[in-house]
């Protein structure tokens, strides 16, 4: 399946100067191992691949000297792959399993730029922001992986002129035909449900049914919690559990910052910041913070403290939270308080694969603006609504205090821009 980050990877190829090997962060299931091996043999002579939970002998061989001549003589030998300077990918997968592996990244761009090595971890995120695995700083480029967007799950069903339609209409502002509209609106529920998980999206692909996609989500599911158990203390691991079970009864409430006390009582954050830091790091969640202002830059003025947790695939928190398919589907007819937090979820993710931090804005418990962005030297605020009713006066009020250089409302409704708002249907976030 074609996906954006292949864009990424050809450009790192392609520097003329200063490529360093590069990291591949992103949860469990997004698609990594899958985009980089079709991008060595797309785009190498040929490419050694090493799995360094799996591959003993290769991690075990990286705890003695890492000198990378030693190395690649060694990884040839085990790969029975010929390694040249420039024309072989060297993978490393799970590299944070194998913390010299990590280690032996700052001596290849030191001693060995000519070498091109992708690595590669689903916990990656994780492991390096413990305090024991030596990060080879400033010798590295990254790029974080997610689940497919809405555009990506459009290519998958070959709806490739649908995609260029939507593009188009954002640009323009002008809106969509009636019948390309409902026809947006009705891919976008399927994938509300589906989500990006690309073995979620094959599954309904081939089938064309949603049943076995609820199989794919609960085995991604108990994939995350046998990590929780496997990579954290069993102390940790319950606190680590206990959160993330959490976030549906989270998102259902009107207010939807974060509330230690329904992930356990008495909860605190001295009780669960770590297993909240973990449940980031590993790319299961997603942090939306408070801004205390909406001018900027935004990013000094966030509320460390008050904060919103999404999940980091919509289809998962579908399949968690147990909202019926048809309800979803029926979404418009049918009155569902929760496909307004199911939405909202999609947004966030939506914003974060476009690379946008993530920020929510209240004022004095009166008022709450569900995301608020910057793009380069202008704030914008971002309102999201599940159907075709767009009154806001959280909208209303933030645009009166900070005067934005505009705002976007997301809804159910048809492009537009009136009174300095422009309207984004729901399935166009990817554009934004």
């Not at 390096?128 to 790029?143: A, K, L, M, T």
């Not at 998102?251 to 770590?274: E, H, M, P, R, V």
């Not at 909240?276 to 801004?291: N, P, Q, S, T, Y």
């Not at 003025?301 to 919103?308: A, I, Q």
Request: glycine share 6%; charged share 20%.
């Amino acid at each position: 399946m074609r996906r954006k980050v292949y864009e990424r990877f050809l450009n790192w190829k392609n520097k003329s100067s200063g490529r360093m090997p590069l990291l591949v962060y992103g949860a469990r299931q997004v698609g990594k191992t899958h985009s980089i091996r079709q991008f060595g043999q797309r785009e190498y002579y040929n490419m050694a691949y090493f799995n360094l939970e799996f591959n003993q002998a290769v991690s075990s061989y990286f705890s003695e000297n890492i000198d990378p001549g030693r190395i690649i003589r060694f990884l040839e030998t085990e790969s029975n792959e010929r390694i040249l300077p420039g024309k072989t990918l060297i993978v490393f997968d799970e590299i944070q399993s194998c913390e010299r592996a990590l280690t032996s990244l700052k001596y290849f761009n030191e001693n060995a730029p000519e070498y091109h090595i992708i690595g590669a971890g689903s916990l990656l995120g994780v492991a390096i922001n413990r305090e024991q695995y030596s990060f080879p700083v400033g010798n590295v480029d990254f790029v974080t992986m997610f689940p497919m967007d809405f555009e990506e799950f459009l290519w998958s069903l070959d709806e490739l002129r649908l995609a260029e339609d939507i593009r188009n209409s954002f640009e323009s502002n002008v809106p969509m035909p009636r019948g390309l509209h409902e026809k947006a609106l009705e891919l976008l529920r399927q994938y509300l449900i589906t989500g990006g998980m690309p073995r979620a999206v094959l599954t309904y692909k081939d089938s064309g049914s949603f049943l076995p996609v609820s199989d794919v989500h609960s085995k991604i599911l108990s994939d995350y919690l046998a990590d929780m158990s496997k990579y954290a203390t069993n102390t940790e691991s319950v606190k680590i559990r206990a959160a993330f079970d959490s976030i549906p009864v989270q998102l259902a409430k009107d207010n939807k910052k974060f509330q230690y006390k329904l992930a356990q009582k008495g909860g605190t954050a001295s009780i669960f910041g770590a297993a909240i830091d973990w449940l980031e790091f590993a790319g299961v969640v997603l942090k939306c913070e408070r801004l205390e202002h909406g001018t900027v830059p935004i990013l000094v003025y966030r509320d460390l403290s008050s904060f919103k947790l999404y999940m980091g695939d919509t289809g998962l928190l579908s399949t968690k939270s147990g909202i019926p398919h048809s309800v979803v589907l029926s979404a418009g007819s049918v009155d569902n308080t929760f496909l307004g937090a199911i939405c909202e979820n999609y947004v966030a993710q939506a914003l974060s694969c476009n690379g946008h931090d993530l920020h929510y804005w209240t004022s004095n418990g009166i008022a709450e603006l569900d995301f608020v962005i910057q793009k380069n030297a202008e704030v914008i605020a971002v309102e999201v609504k599940a159907g075709i009713r767009t009154k806001s006066r959280s909208l209303n009020l933030f645009t009166e205090k900070y005067s934005p250089a505009y705002s976007i409302r997301i809804s159910s409704k048809n492009f537009g821009f009136e009174n300095n708002i422009k309207s984004v249907p729901l399935y166009a976030v990817f554009c934004v």
